[in-house]
């Protein structure tokens, strides 16, 4: 089960993320355990399947309108589908990757899967505690959801 301390690897490499890619931190509001069915996804997904000493997914979804602006602030003037796609990857990789450090080697993270157009539902870890982590960058909101057992 993922504890407090894990959970807060992934806030930490999230703000940090923002700091560091568009110079301007994002704020993250109180992560939440999921409940009730899967939670609903924006535009675009990065999706990262975790296999190892621990199992389960890390996914980011965030809408056109913010990857837009973070493009933007990294100088980037081509706003294609393709760039969405690979902007919203390399952020769940980031992440994910930068998480390894605290997690160790055991924790191995997948090239990066891309949902994008569709509103489909991500499939959780069976059997894991699933957190949302609402993401909160200039006026756009985003999430990060860990599911890992």
Known sequence: M????ELKTFVEGTTNYFEVAAQQ???VGSPYLVTDGTPAVHDYTGIITITGKREGIVYFTAPRAMLTVL???MQESDFSHEN?????????????????RDFGSEFII?????????KS???????AR???????WRSHSAKLVVSLK
């Open 130 to 136: 699933s957190f949302v982590i609402p993401i909160n």
């Open 84 to 100: 969405m796609r690979d902007l919203v990857g390399e952020v769940a990789n980031t992440i994910s990757g930068n998480a390894r």
């Open 2 to 5: 993922l504890q407090e301390h």
């Open 71 to 73: 493009l933007m602030k």
């Open 121 to 127: 539902e991500i499939p959780l870890a069976p059997g």
């Open 25 to 27: 931190p994002a704020t």
């Open 110 to 118: 997948s090239v990066p899967s891309v949902v994008s157009g569709e």
